[in-house]
Every structure is written in C-alpha cells, then in structure tokens.
C-alpha cells in the first residue's frame, strides 16, 4: 500500500519546509517514486520541491479549487508513485476563513493522514497540550505522529518522547538545531538567491532525516487508501483545433501553476521562450506571460529590444496575451528600480510599475469580468504608480471573505493583464479562460 502523507505545523515558522525537502530527497534517494504537493497558491515552495523530487509539485488549493478537481489531481498525480508528501500551508487549521482554505480541509477532502512538525526550541514537556488539543479538536483528520524540529539534544528529546506518549501522539523523532539546516528566511520569501545551493542543501536535510526521524515507521503509519475512487473525473472543454501556445520561462519569469500548464499542453503545442534571452515571440496563437522577478533583470529585459517590439507587434495585431504580476509589469510602458531607476519596457499598457517604497500585497482574489468569475492570488511588492488618468479596470475584484479590493485586470485589444495569479487548471470553473482562448471575450 502506498503512504501518502500531509505535513502540518501548529503555525508557520516550524520548518514544515525544511523537513519537507529533507523527506522528499531522502525517499527520493531510496529510489522510490514520490510525488510532491502544497497546500495553498504558493509557488516558492513548489519550485523547491521540484528540486528535492525531481519531480514537479502540484497546488491543491479549496479555494481556487472545487472538491471534485482537487480529488481529480491528486488520484491523476499519485497514480504513479510510491509515495506522496504534500506540504501544508501556515498553521494546520489556518484558512482564508476559519478552517475553510486551511492543510486540515485539504486532508480531510483527500482523507490522508497529517504529520505535525512542532518548533521544539525553547520548550520540552509543554508540548503535551499542543499535541493533545490538534490531535484532538478535529476528529475528521488523522494525525498520526509528530516530528520535532530545532531539538537541542538527546535529553531534550527524551522530555519531548514523553510529551507525546501522554498526548497520545506517536514521536516518530526530530530535526537537530543548527544553522546549516534552516533555509535563509529570504528563501521563503519573493526571490531566490541562485548562490543558495538547494540540492546540497536537501542532501544535507535528507541525512538527518534518515538519522533523526523513523522513516520506516512513518511510512508505515501512513500507508492508506486516500480519495475515494468513486468520484467521476469531469471532462474537460476542448477547443476547435489545437493552438500554438508559447509561454514565458527564464529566470526573469517562472511563477506558474503545473496544472494550469498541463492544461495548456492538453490544449495545443506549447513552446517555452524567454524574453531575456531569445530575440523574437515564437509563432503564436496565445501568449502566458507569468509572474517572476523581472525587478531583478531590469537591464536585460529592457536591453532585449527585438523581443519587446515582437510581443509589441503581436499584441497590436489582436494576439491573444495574458499577463500576470511580473508579466503585467512587463507589459508596461517602464519598470522603476528599488533605487528610482526607469527602464522602458514593451509600451502595451500606458502606465508605470515601480519596485520603490515597496509594500507587501497579498490575499485571494475573486474577479468578476462581465458575466465570468475568475479566482486566483495576488502577491507582490510592486505597485503601479498614480497617474492622471488611470487605465480601467475591466473587472470587479473581491477578497476571500467577499470585501471589494482595488486589484485591477486590464485590457488592450485581446490582452488580459493584472496582479491576479489566476487558476484554469479547473474544469469546472475555467469556462472564461476557454471562451477566451476561442475569441468569445
């Protein structure tokens, strides 16, 4: 029987990363096949556990995502691997609203069991009730066990043992404290440093997971049978004839959603391109232009004249173009600099993006474009300088809880751009990316 596993923590900060990335190479070096998730829109965490699997990592989000979608990927994603950790996202029963977006949801819906990594630092035989309470105050999830992280010593251990047998919670072992195994807390925010060695770093990890932690055993607890094979997979829209579909993908650009990918692959012949690098848009009926760090290549991107005057000569010809965040911000007359430097850009949307006086902007987004909705996550520092006369925004957008928010979504002929990191991996809730892609909207 195959384990399939959910991470969770009581809140963020416990390392459910660090363990994570230690789990997946260390099943991954037993030369199992394992698949990786996480919990939530976040695609930093995803991008690390490609690297620790080798393997892509795939969202489950009960926000962006139906019920039935969610069960769908992961019985479609798991049905080939020997093992399956999926990462939760902030504290276990953390949600956009009470538990509902929460890890807890998610393990509920795909009826896997949760093991809980605790931050140990600082205390020892109080966390007795921690346990005994998140084991205890949701009977619809299994937690089976508890790893502990930045664990000082064997006695240390030994008080945190007994913590666990009076919760009824099974210690399946720890994570030492030192430095060389905690992920720079840069690392878990925008941007990733590329002198940050990540495969020595989850090799690193892996050693004292195999060391410390009873993979055996936790293997063990988790073998089960997760979704019910019960539910029908939905069929997807299809569109008249396949598209030539090219999408953006260098260092600059790099935020996506895999099953939005997949879902491009499944819709026509993809090509990558990178507007730092190649001199002109390959051939195209549609263009994705995701999120990423342009602010950091402002001089490459800026200096690569051909690719901009070729998105520029595509998108005035009435190409289809969708662009998020860091692709929005391309697409605009200029980027500023941190420092209040201006570098002009592909000119399609007359206004200003600037990286100065940055602000964190962050939150689930539901945007209504005339009779469509669409969903997705906003998360950037950047914002769009005031101006006399702004561009409308063609769409109404809300927060998670429903309160209106001033997040636009633009368009120029048949672009769509905005902040919004938008989810049509869904066939149940994609129809407005479909109708777009068949020149509907």
């Known amino acids: 029987m195959k384990s399939h596993l959910l991470i969770g923590a009581a809140s963020s900060g416990s390392g459910k990363t660090t363990f994570t990335l230690g789990l997946l190479r260390a099943l991954k070096n037993r030369y199992g096949k394992v698949r990786p998730f996480k919990c939530g829109p976040d695609y930093i965490d995803t991008r690390h556990h490609k690297m620790a699997a080798g393997c892509p990592s795939v969202n489950l989000d009960s926000f962006m995502m139906s019920e039935q979608h969610i069960c769908d990927l992961y019985r479609r994603y798991t049905s080939v691997a020997d093992y399956a950790v999926t990462e939760g996202v902030m504290g276990l029963f953390d949600g956009y609203d009470a538990m509902q977006g929460s890890s807890a949801e998610i393990a509920r819906t795909l009826n896997i069991p949760v093991v809980l990594i605790v931050n140990a630092k600082s205390t020892a035989y109080s966390v007795a009730p921690l346990l005994y309470g998140f084991k205890n105050f949701y009977k619809e999830i299994n937690i089976v066990g508890a790893v502990f992280n930045f664990v000082a010593s064997e006695t240390h251990y030994s008080f945190l043992k007994q913590a666990c047998e009076d919760a009824g919670v099974e210690a399946l072992g720890y994570l030492p404290k030192q430095a060389d195994v905690e992920i720079p807390s840069r690392h878990l925010g925008l941007t990733l440093d590329e002198t940050f060695c990540f495969d020595t770093f989850a090799d690193r990890v892996a050693a004292l997971v195999e060391k410390h932690v009873d993979i055996d055993r936790l293997l063990a607890l988790t073998a089960c049978q997760p979704v019910s094979n019960s539910h029908m997979v939905q069929l997807e829209q299809t569109l008249p004839s396949p ?189 407005w990316f479909i109708d777009y892609l068949n020149g509907l909207i």
């Open 243 to 431: 598209l030539k579909i090219s999408i953006a993908r260098d260092t600059a650009f790099n935020f996506a959603y895999e099953e939005n990918i997949q879902l491009l692959h499944r819709l026509g012949e993809v090509t990558f391109f990178s507007p730092l690098h190649d001199s002109v848009l390959p051939e195209s009926d549609f263009v994705y232009l995701p999120g990423g760090y342009p602010e950091l290549y402002l001089p490459g991107l800026s200096s690569n004249r051909s690719m901009l005057q070729s998105i520029r000569d595509y998108a005035e010809a009435g190409g289809k173009l969708l662009a998020e965040c860091g692709g929005m911000m391309y697409l605009c007359n200029e980027i500023k600099s941190s420092e209040g430097s201006s570098f002009p850009m592909v000119g399609l949307l007359n206004q200003s993006a600037t990286m100065e006086q940055m602000k964190l902007r962050l939150g689930y987004r539901t945007l209504y474009y005339n009779d469509y909705v669409m969903t997705g996550h906003e998360f950037h520092y950047s914002r769009i300088e005031p101006q006399k006369e702004e561009l409308p925004s063609v769409a109404t957008a809300c927060t998670a809880k429903g309160s209106p928010v001033a997040t636009p979504l633009y368009r120029y002929k048949n672009v769509l751009a905005g902040y919004t990191h938008l989810y049509w991996g869904d066939p149940s809730r994609n129809q």
